[in-house]
């Protein structure tokens, strides 16, 4: 994994623009220690650095499911939105369709949904219960998909969403949650879009991001 701590707020992350073999177009990997990731976007960039837990599960559907916690304490509860033709703000619903999508996969053998049960609380209700609620939802949203009844555990998914969301909140404790949600989000994501328009295939460069002072820029050489 090449990920670097300058000081206990700033680290560097290894980033490579790449062309995606299935959709064409080009895209940005970063080096999270996770091998399964995709050139994409700057936005999925700035999820996999920010909302995915540090240290990546082992199954990668759990991992992923950890990071749709992180979702939940960073941009749904502090209001991220986006301009794609409007204005829109994410929400539970894009959790629900998430969910639906992991389920989906899983069902055409990629991958086991929720292979380890857990237990896991949160002191908010509300915010558990809302996560529950989007698990169900994208578990049935997956059975019209694939016209099959799947019996995945809603209880478990939801735990390992709950986890997530304890671990996003541990590791930005004492920071601004709005800035690392919005602004920091928004700075990766542009940094980003900046190697991708600047279309050259296979460079290399490394994006340094200070999380306390909610700013990252971009650097063709490590230090």
């Known amino acids: 994994m090449f990920v670097s701590s300058i000081t206990n707020t700033m680290k560097i992350y290894k980033l490579q623009t790449k062309e995606h073999e299935e959709y064409g177009g080009l895209g940005v990997i970063v080096d999270t220690g996770r091998p399964y990731f995709e050139p994409?976007?700057?936005?999925?960039?700035?999820?996999?650095?920010?909302?995915?837990?540090?240290?990546?599960?082992?199954?990668?559907?759990?991992?992923e499911l950890l990071a749709l916690g992180g979702i939940m304490a960073g941009r749904v509860e502090h209001g991220w939105a986006h301009y794609g033709g409007a204005w829109r703000s994410i929400s539970s619903d894009d959790v629900a369709v998430e969910v639906a999508r992991l389920a989906e996969n899983c069902f055409h053998g990629q991958g086991y949904f929720c292979k380890k049960e857990v237990s896991s609380y949160l002191k908010d209700k509300e915010i558990e219960q809302e996560i529950r609620i989007a698990v169900a939802?994208?578990?049935?949203?997956?059975?019209?998909?694939?016209?099959?009844?799947?019996?995945?555990?809603?209880?478990?998914?939801?735990?390992?969403?709950?986890?997530?969301?304890?671990?996003?909140?541990?590791?930005?404790?004492?920071?601004?949650?709005?800035?690392?949600?919005?602004?920091?989000?928004?700075?990766?994501?542009?940094?980003?879009?900046?190697?991708?328009?600047d279309g050259d295939e296979?460079?290399?460069?490394?994006?340094?991001?200070?999380?306390?002072?909610?700013?990252?820029f971009l650097r063709d050489d490590f230090l």
């Open 40 to 63: 994409l976007n700057g936005t999925v960039v700035a999820h996999d650095i920010i909302e995915h837990t540090v240290k990546p599960h082992l199954c990668s559907v759990t991992d």
């Open 137 to 197: 939802s994208g578990i049935r949203e997956a059975e019209s998909e694939v016209k099959a009844d799947l019996d995945y555990d809603v209880n478990s998914a939801t735990a390992w969403i709950c986890k997530g969301y304890q671990a996003y909140k541990k590791r930005f404790r004492g920071l601004d949650g709005y800035s690392i949600a919005n602004h920091l989000f928004d700075e990766i994501a542009g940094c980003c879009a900046k190697l991708i328009a």
């Open 202 to 216: 296979d460079r290399t460069a490394f994006l340094h991001v200070e999380f306390n002072s909610y700013r990252c």
